[in-house]
T-cell receptor
Framework: EDQVTQSPEALRLQEGESSSLNCSYT??????LFWYRQDPGKGPEFLFT???AGEEKEKERLKATLTKKESFLHITAPKPEDSATYLC????????????FGSGTKLNVKP | KAGVTQTPRYLIKTRGQQVTLSCSPI?????VSWYQQTPGQGLQFLFE???????NKGNFPGRFSGRQFSNSRSEMNVSTLELGDSALYLC?????????????FGEGSRLTVL
């Protein structure tokens, strides 16, 4: 069965303290791996899509990487406004817009 | 460009009642998906519609149903509400008719069942 596991569940960082979030997955034929950010009371907001092992995407202080079994979201020198829940989702081949989401990592960046 | 709009944003129902939630996708998006988000289970896929046809369905009981209209707007219905149906219901639209492509989410409809 297709499955997504994210770790850690929660992460507290000091402003400027870099770290990484992990997303491990099992899927029968990966179509794409997606990262989203969700703020309290809001819907998830798209960040990145990764399609093949070795691919990397960057946006401001965030960098997403993909291997055959997991993805990492690296946060470099985070700021308090980066505080949010980060969700990872996978889509299997042939599954029309059906995504399996992980339970998320709740990031809290303290000034 | 307007985002995904969901109504109502908040609602309170009692067990046994039914509820209908509405979603207006981003203009030009023909795919609409619905997800249930709870603290314990995270985001779980309910169903996806494209051009008024349900293409995919998650593992939810038949009490959960949906439909899509010719203008791509979508509704989902939950009948005979149970306490466990309390959740944030998220609608997402997508441009691509093919498999793949990012989802654009609305802010959700928060349902409380008493």
């Amino acid at each position: 069965e297709d499955q997504v596991t994210q770790s850690p569940e929660a992460l507290r960082l000091q402003e400027g303290e870099s770290s990484s979030l992990n997303c491990s997955y099992t899927v029968s034929g990966l179509r794409g791996l997606f990262w989203y950010r969700q703020d309290p009371g809001k819907g998830p907001e798209f960040l990145f899509t990764l399609y093949s092992a070795g691919e990397e995407k960057e946006k401001e202080r965030l960098k997403a990487t993909l291997t055959k079994k997991e993805s990492f979201l690296h946060i470099t020198a985070p700021k308090p406004e980066d505080s949010a829940t980060y969700l990872c989702a996978v889509q299997a081949e042939g599954n029309f817009n059906k995504f399996y989401f992980g339970s998320g990592t709740k990031l809290n960046v303290k000034p | 460009k307007a985002g995904v709009t969901q109504t109502p944003r908040y609602l309170i129902k009692t067990r046994g009642q039914q509820v209908t939630l509405s979603c207006s996708p981003i203009s030009g998006h023909r795919s609409v998906s619905w997800y249930q988000q709870t603290p314990g289970q995270g985001l779980q896929f309910l169903f996806e519609y494209f051009s008024e046809t349900q293409r995919n369905k998650g593992n939810f009981p038949g009490r959960f149903s949906g439909r899509q209209f010719s203008n791509s707007r979508s509704e989902m219905n939950v009948s005979t509400l149970e306490l466990g149906d309390s959740a944030l219901y998220l609608c997402a639209s997508s441009l691509s008719g093919r498999a793949g492509g990012e989802l654009f989410f609305g802010e959700g409809s928060r349902l409380t069942v008493l």
